[in-house]
Structure formats: C-alpha cells, structure tokens
C-alpha cells in the first residue's frame, strides 16, 4: 500500500474528483492554502494498492494543468530601494505536486 497526497489548484480539483469516481479510486478532499500566491488549493489523500500508483499519478498528471498568472509582490519597504512600487509578474501556477509514501498498515472500519 502506499499514500499518496496530491496538491492541485481549485481550478482542478473537481474534475481530478470525478476522475477519481470514475476510476474507482477513493480520495479524501481537504481545501488548503498555498503559502506562496496564498491561493486555494486542494489536497486530496489517497491509499492505494501499489500496482495503482502509477495509474493514479497519470489521471493527476493529465488533469491538473499549468497556468500563466500574473501577481504583485509584496512593497519593498526598504526606503534606500529606487521604487517603492511593486509591478506585477507573470508566474507559473498549476499543475500538482505529488507525494507518494509508503503505508505500513492501513484500515477501514
């Protein structure tokens, strides 16, 4: 058995759910937060027989896209900076990222 714990942007998580559903792969759903953009996310956790892991990383791999997006960062308050103004930058957002662990027992009651 191993665990795998999935981050993809909101923008993903319904249709990596009904990928899921159809796939008949169970998945627990928590709505998290990114630390970077502070944007939502979603983590699913996933127990799975070993010889499914891979067939689970390729429906996460295919359904949680990159995007282009633009944010401002943060006002440098550094009064000896040349600009006080912040402009905003284009950054890569999307996709998923993926940790696969190994599960010593695993139950369901």
């Known amino acids: 058995m191993k665990l795998i714990m999935a981050i993809v942007q909101d923008k993903d998580s319904n249709v990596l759910s009904s990928e899921f559903i159809d796939n008949n792969i169970r998945a627990t759903k928590l709505s998290t937060t990114g630390g970077f953009l502070k ?37 440098n308050l550094d009064a000896t900076s040349e600009s006080a103004m912040a402009y905003p930058i284009e950054v890569q957002v999307g996709g998923a990222t993926v940790f696969v662990l190994p599960i010593e027992q695993f139950h369901r009651f």
Request: aromatic share 6%.
């Open 39 to 75: 944007a939502g996310n979603t983590t699913f956790i996933i127990g799975i027989e070993d010889e499914r892991v891979d067939e689970v990383l390729q429906i996460i791999k295919e359904t949680s896209q990159t995007r282009e997006q633009f944010m401002t960062p943060p006002v």
